[in-house]
């Protein structure tokens, strides 16, 4: 007489391939919806944050699937490992997003002049839903930058300032980012140069001008005071104000940059913002950095110290 042996079904293994496709395709409907549809990035974060939860569930319950496969023998092997499998992309996912929002400081906004920050020509706006956020940037968050990222500073480059703009239009349209808008630099002055007209007299001999004949005295210069210096400087800078969009999954930033002449230099300086949610993820940084980079690499030759 033969015996059989039935084995025993973990139930929690097949219970775990099912959670795990579900949050499997959560997850890629919320990254093409964004990247490709009309799904605003905080709505996908939320659906990020719950194929994460249900992927790790999902993980769970396939490593107790896996046990019961160990210790007595029970069928769901396969499930379990499709599991864990199905589970790897949003787990990747939620988990690099959450280290970084441990490790990097809690900003959103970041610039490499953290003193006098180029200001927005357009304020960005847009509805943070479920992400509030403070707009006004603090001393403090700007001195967290400078701890998390102390590479991301200025650039300064000798020679004319209409050089400089066209590289600076230049890498911006090769890195991604559409200007939208632009200030300074294309308004001109008076014409100072210009004579009075000159005529001769009623006899045709000595020629006077049309200005009466008075004597005014040449007022004596005063010196600018710093409010008066800093006008006549942020009236003379030229500012281009532009969108970014990331390759793969499709995040928004705001950019703006400045150039600055001084002392036959002209000085870059760029500011980055992440449009939704009070933490950025470290994007923004990244974003100002390989653009400064490129922007040297451009002007190869002109960079001063």
């Known amino acids: 007489m033969s015996i059989r042996f039935d084995r025993p079904v973990s139930h929690v293994a097949y219970a775990s391939r099912a ?15 964004h990247r490709f549809g009309p799904l605003a990035t905080p709505y996908m974060v939320l659906f990020l944050l719950v194929a994460g939860a249900l992927a790790l569930l999902a993980a769970l319950m396939a490593v107790m699937g896996l046990v ?5 023998g029970a069928r769901g092997g ?18 690099f997003a959450g280290a970084r929002y441990v490790m990097l400081p809690t900003i959103f906004d970041v610039s490499t002049d953290t003193v006098d920050a180029p200001q927005w020509l357009a304020m960005p706006d847009a509805p943070q839903i479920w992400l509030p956020r403070d707009m006004a940037i603090t001393a403090r968050e700007r001195a967290e930058q400078e701890e998390a990222y102390p590479a991301l500073t200025g650039r300064r480059y000798e020679g004319a300032s209409d050089r400089v703009i066209e590289a600076v239009r ?4 090769q890195s991604g980012i559409r200007i939208v808008k632009t200030s300074g630099g294309e308004a001109g002055g008076p014409d100072v140069d210009e004579k009075p007209k000159r005529r001769q007299d009623k006899d045709g001999n000595a020629p006077v001008t049309d ?16 409010e008066v210096a800093a006008l006549i400087r942020h009236n003379t800078d030229v500012t281009l104000q532009g969108e970014k969009r990331t390759l ?8 703006l940059i400045r150039l600055r002449e001084e002392s036959e230099t002209t000085l870059v300086d760029i500011r980055v913002a992440s449009r939704y949610g009070p933490h950025d993820l470290g994007f923004s940084a990244a974003i100002a950095e390989d653009y400064l980079k490129a922007l ?10």
Do not use: H
Request: hydrophobic letters at 60%; glycine letters at 8%.
């Open 19 to 33: 959670v795990a496709a579900f949050s499997l395709v959560l997850c890629l409907l919320a990254l093409l919806g």
């Open 68 to 72: 019961q496969l160990w210790r007595e």
């Open 78 to 95: 396969v499930p379990a490992f499709k599991a864990l499998i199905y589970a790897a992309l949003p787990l990747a996912l939620v988990g």
């Open 170 to 173: 230049k890498v911006a349209k």
């Open 211 to 226: 200005a009466p004949d008075l004597v005014v005295p040449v007022p004596t210069p005063r010196p600018l005071s710093d």
């Open 248 to 255: 793969i999954l499709g995040l928004n930033f705001d950019v």
């Open 296 to 305: 040297d690499a451009e002007l190869l030759g002109i960079a001063g110290g």
